[in-house]
């Protein structure tokens, strides 16, 4: 009866054992660009958060009517003020290249670099300022493909394991050669392998 006992018992805690699950520490690293983008942001830390995940939305301040709006309802919010005006300066610039319908990839190109050079490089100058980031050790970080700034930043915060969230159409093609994480997307069609992107 003793034997049966104990092994019901160690049973009970290898079983528990198993429950058991560690939820992981998920950066997701959103600069305020639009609200449709931090929102989308928002969406996806609230949807990490209530999977019992420790999540922390962080939103450096690139545009400064977007400082007190953040779209969470669950995960915590983490805010960066003061980090750039370059982008609010640009900004106007940027409507009009987005309609030019004739722009070549090359000019598209140079107006990109020189939309974000400064931007980055304000924010490159305030590294400093995201160490508390870093000392959160965080298991992943999550962050977008429209600013070219976000993989050195995300990647300077030495968080190991990183995915791209992707927000426009044409990065569902090349998402898969960026990143090793491929959502199931289109109604469960396969995506293309990277050697059959280009």
């Avoid at 493909?145 to 050195?152: K, L, Q, V």
Wanted: net charge negative.
């Amino acid at each position: 009866m003793r034997r049966a006992t104990g092994v019901f018992y160690c049973l009970a805690l290898l079983l528990h054992g198993f429950l058991i699950v560690d939820a992981a520490k998920i950066l997701v690293y959103c600069p305020s660009i639009s609200k449709s983008h931090v929102l989308l942001c928002a969406k996806y830390a609230d949807l990490l958060h209530n999977a019992a995940h420790d999540t922390v939305l962080f939103i450096p301040s690139y545009s400064t009517p977007l400082d007190n709006f953040d779209g969470a309802k669950h995960a915590k919010v983490w805010r960066l003020q003061n980090v750039t005006d370059a982008y609010d300066r640009k900004f106007d610039s940027l409507a009009s290249v987005m309609e030019d319908s004739h722009i070549g990839f090359i000019d598209r190109l140079r107006y990109d670099v020189d939309f974000w050079m400064e931007t980055c490089e304000d924010y490159v100058k305030q590294i400093h300022r995201m160490q508390h980031l870093v000392d959160y050790n965080f298991d992943l970080a999550i962050f977008n493909d429209i600013d070219p700034c976000n993989p050195a930043i995300v990647r300077s915060l030495n968080i190991s394991k990183t995915v791209l969230l992707s927000s426009e159409a044409i990065m569902d093609k090349i998402a898969p050669a960026a990143t090793p994480v491929v959502c199931a997307q289109h109604g469960g069609k396969s995506e293309p392998r990277p050697d059959e992107l280009f």
